[in-house]
Structures are given as C-alpha cells and as structure tokens.
C-alpha cells in the first residue's frame, strides 16, 4: 500500500492534514490542504526513523495554546483543532510493562482474540516498528465531538475485555 492509498483511506475528505516528525524537543508539524500533498511529503521524508500523522483532518493549520510554555504560544495537534475522523484506531505497544505485549506476535493473537469476542469487523492493522496500529475505517467522515463519543465506547470495550491498547492513542 503507498503512503496516498493509505492516507486515503484514513483520512476524511474534509479539512487539513497533519504530518508529524519528531524533533529533539517536541515535532516538527507539516499541515496540507490535500492528502496528495501530504502523501507526497512523505515519500520525501521516508527515511525518517519515526513518522506520524493526525488521523484527525484539522480545521486550521494551528490554534494558540494558553498552556503551552510559560506564555502560551502555537500549536497543531489539539483536541480543539479536529475537525472529522474516518477511522477508530488503537496502538498495542510491545515492550517491558504491564499493559505492553511482550511481541508483536502476541498483540496480533491477542487483537484476534478481541476481534472474536466483540465480533467486531477485522481491522487494517500495520506495524509501528515496534507494535501494531489497528484502524477501523469508515465509510463516511464523522464529526470529531461525535467520534470522541464513540471512541470512549471502543476503549472501554478494550479494557473490559482486557485488550492492551494504549489508552493515549485514541483520541
């Protein structure tokens, strides 16, 4: 799959896209008003070791943040800056600790265990280098007030069916 067929599918039609690399302190924030762009842009930045993208589209390329630094000051990826989603999404993280899989092979067995559980739809599932992200596309954009209310429902059925999603990473 290429980074536009990707993002493509991701992403709703609607607003701003956002593409994210980080830097020795904080990102550095790429935002475009088409996902061709952005997909272009990323096909020049492949080699990065870490890239991330807003599965949100944005409704502007930045938005002040009283609580960012001493003053305040710009940022890009606040919850008051999403626009629309057309994805539920979860990041299972490998590593040592408690709510982390010990392998990727075991996050999988796991996801399909709580796929069987919930009877929910086989997700697109794609490594993060060390983990896996799982995304539930949809077939239209929703307003991102309402995806937050139905993303809160996704996790609580992950926590009660034991599922180690990480719980900053669906929003």
């Not at 080699?47 to 009283?66: G, Q, R, T, Y």
């Not at 010990?102 to 265990?113: F, Y």
């Not at 697109?124 to 596309?137: A, D, F, P």
Request: hydrophobic share 40%; net charge neutral; glycine share 6%.
């Amino acid at each position: 799959m290429t980074p536009v067929e990707f993002l493509t599918s991701v992403w709703p039609v609607d607003g701003l896209y956002c593409i994210a690399v980080p830097m020795t302190k904080g990102y550095a924030h790429q935002v475009f008003k088409t996902i061709e762009e952005a997909a272009a842009y990323v096909e020049t930045i492949k080699d990065a070791k870490d890239v991330f993208f807003c599965v949100h589209s944005l409704k502007n390329e930045k938005i002040w943040n009283p609580n960012k630094g001493e003053s305040g000051g710009w940022s890009v990826r606040l919850q008051k800056n999403m626009q629309e989603a057309r994805a539920f999404f979860f990041d299972l993280d490998v590593g040592a600790g408690e709510n982390k899989y010990a392998t990727q092979a075991e996050a999988m067995a796991d996801l399909k265990r709580f796929i069987a559980m919930t009877k929910l739809p086989y997700p697109l599932v794609t490594s993060s280098g060390g983990g896996l992200h799982v995304y539930w596309m949809l077939d239209i954009s929703i307003n991102s007030n309402e995806w937050r209310t139905y993303a809160e429902r996704l996790k609580k059925l992950a926590q009660y069916h034991q599922l180690k999603a990480d719980p900053a990473r669906d929003r």
